[in-house]
């Protein structure tokens, strides 16, 4: 194998701080979701130092992925748009207003990052 066929994947995004760790945490599981640390989370074009994933409690699916950049942390969520904050707690507020139901409230803590 050429070593053009073992380059390593230039990773994206940067690991959380634990402080971030711990709110991101707390809040999850006051609403019925469980955090799960994914280490070099990745696919096929892009791959993540951490990516935070979180399951609900009642059926384990995966309902939102959380990661960060020096610059802004970003949260997917299933089935909807993806968005940007300035922090850790902005982001999961809106994982947690989107949990609620209430996709216009993420929307309007998604702007007010802007």
Not at 29 to 54: I, K, N, P, T
Request: net charge positive; glycine share 6%.
């Amino acid at each position: 194998m050429s070593a053009d066929n073992c380059r390593a994947k230039t990773l994206k995004g940067l690991s959380f701080e634990i402080a971030d760790l711990l709110l991101i945490n707390d809040r999850s599981q006051m609403h019925g979701l469980r955090m799960v640390v994914r280490l070099d989370h990745g696919s096929d074009v892009d791959e993540y130092e951490e990516v935070l994933a979180f399951h609900s409690v009642a059926d384990q699916q995966c309902r939102s992925l959380m990661w960060r950049t020096s610059s802004a942390v970003f949260v997917r969520s299933a089935g909807r748009r993806g968005g940007r904050y300035q922090s850790a707690a902005q982001a999961i507020e809106a994982v947690v207003r989107t949990r609620r139901g209430d996709p216009s409230a993420a929307r309007a803590a998604r702007s007010q990052s802007d």
